[in-house]
């Protein structure tokens, strides 16, 4: 079964073998060298033996000396057990052994020997084991015997050289262990003080947590490694507390919006039944009741839609179509032209755009912002519906605008008009007909097109809301039935 390692384990463990792999190949290239310089001093001084041994041989008188003191020669040249030499006659001569300094009776190879007149060379040295796992290195080379010719067989057996290698490769191995376990506890202690920066974020998540969300990472004391991870953290942690106030802001307007209704129908509905009443209160009962019910179907719609459309649960069923932005802006201008005029107010378009997008969603997007707009403008003022072409990071945008003239809002305020259930007023006694919904589902319907909407004051007594969607072909995804569009929920603009 294999176990789990943690980070600093296994760079531990990696900082080990790279040390010991290291430490090896180091040792491995040092060994070579000193077995080739080793080598190298042999060969020379078996070159220095042999020209030792040819200028004894090439004395006068030396050709007896062999004869009758063989044994001074052996003594002479020899210098220790591991130097071996034989002395054959020239072919010539018989070819026989004239001397023999061979203890072991190894035999010496016989190749062909450096001529009298040529200098031997390391490139004229054969090496080879024995029998018995020695290294040894041999030399033939002709000489002179008084008139005669010799042929001089030199070797030289090297026991040492094996037991000082077999130690050095001993040694070799132990440093290369030896320094692998030292450039592990070297690697562990420093790969424990690198990730204290971890250990730190470790502790300063551990104590974030719902009732502590304003808690943010300490980014000055990290590296510039981990700096970039600590912010996109603190970034994170600010959008999920946002979220989180949200969300409780959102649950409490839900409460209030629900409560409301419910405490109509619960009072309407106590009051009548307090007392016998005739069929026609009972009917107008039951018809302001109806009213809040559809008001409260139309809050659940609104909220289902919503919820839906942040989980892109949408997003695949929309059937978009090529639309005109003039042509669904003077549609909407004609849908809305009565309760214009009721409110003294004027609607004029301007301006067009290709469209693709899914209509009915586009159009419920549209009524609530011109609803909104004839909910807040100025009396005796004009509402322009706008439309254009933009290019955005090389692509055309369609930019559809509803303007209208009203009282200045605060930055404050702008900011939060997206918002659920958002409303200027704390008292929250607003319009009739109203949920707070609309600009949030406006909002929805862009994202669920790949578009923005946004709202901006041109100037001082001017709010412009801005929709831009993307002019782009079907995605793959793109078909299926388009969602019913439900009634236009009205948007809510603070005062």
């Keep these: 079964m294999r176990l789990p390692l943690s980070l600093g384990w296994r760079l531990g463990l990696s900082g080990a073998l ?4 290291a430490s090896a190949l180091l040792g491995a290239y040092l060994y070579g060298s000193f077995e080739q310089q080793l080598l190298r001093r042999d060969d020379v001084q078996l070159l220095g033996k042999l020209r030792q041994l040819r200028q004894l041989l090439g004395r006068s008188g030396t050709p007896e000396l062999l004869r009758e003191q063989a044994d001074y020669v052996r003594d002479t040249m020899s210098g220790e057990s591991n130097a071996l030499i034989e002395i054959h006659a020239a072919p010539a001569q ?29 490139q004229d040295i054969r090496h080879w084991t024995t029998p018995d796992g020695v290294p040894a290195a041999a030399l033939n080379a002709w ?31 132990a440093a290369s262990l030896a320094a692998g376990g030292l450039a592990a506890v070297l690697v562990l202690t420093v790969i424990w003080q690198g990730l204290a920066p971890l250990r730190r974020v470790r502790a300063q998540t551990a104590a974030i947590g719902p009732q502590s969300l304003g808690l943010r990472l300490h980014a ?25 106030a949200q969300l409780n802001q959102f649950a409490a307007d839900l409460a209030h919006e629900l409560r409301t209704p419910l405490a ?29 019910l559809e008001r409260m179907g139309r809050l659940v719609d609104s909220l289902l839609f919503l919820a839906r459309s ?5 997003a695949g069923a929309l059937r978009r179509q090529p639309l005109s932005a003039a042509e669904e802006l003077a549609r909407q201008a004609d849908y809305f032209s009565d309760l214009a005029d009721e409110r003294g107010l004027r ?74 259930f958002y409303r200027a007023d704390p008292s929250r006694q607003g319009d009739a007909g109203g949920s707070g919904l609309g600009l949030a589902i406006v909002r929805a319907i862009l994202a669920l097109h ?46």
Excluded: K
């Design 143 to 173: 000489a002179r015997l008084g008139p005669d010719r010799v042929e001089i067989r030199l070797a030289r057996l090297y026991p040492e050289r094996r037991a000082l290698l077999a130690d050095y490769r001993l040694r070799i191995v």
């Design 94 to 122: 018989g070819g026989g052994l004239l001397l023999n300094i061979n203890p072991q009776r190894l035999p010496l190879p016989g190749e062909r020997p450096v001529d009298l007149v040529q200098e031997a060379g390391l």
């Design 220 to 244: 000055a004391d990290m590296p510039d490694e981990l700096r970039p991870l600590v912010e996109g953290v603190n970034t994170m942690l600010a959008r999920l507390e946002q979220g989180y």
């Design 450 to 495: 790949g578009g923005s909407a946004e709202v901006r004051q041109p100037s001082a007594g001017q709010i412009a809301f801005v929709l831009r969607i993307p002019v782009a072909a079907a995605a793959p995804g793109d078909g299926g039935p388009p969602p019913s569009a439900g009634p236009a929920d009205v948007g809510r603009h603070p005062e």
């Design 18 to 21: 790279v040390a010991a792999l």
């Design 310 to 314: 942040e989980h892109q649960a949408l």
């Design 264 to 292: 109509t129908l619960t009072g309407q509905s106590q009051v009548m039944l307090s007392r016998p009443r005739t069929e026609a209160e009972y009917a107008g009962l039951l018809e302001l009741q109806l009213q809040e």
């Design 347 to 420: 609607l004029q378009c301007r301006g067009d755009a290709p469209l693709w997008a899914e209509p009915l969603m586009l159009r419920r997007a549209l009524a609530n912002l011109i609803s909104n707009a004839l909910r807040h403008a100025r009396p005796g003022s004009v509402i322009e519906l706008a439309a254009r072409t933009e290019q955005s990071g090389g692509a055309a945008v369609a930019v559809l605008e509803v303007i209208n003239e009203g009282e200045p809002l605060p930055p404050e305020v702008m900011s939060r008009l997206f918002d659920r």
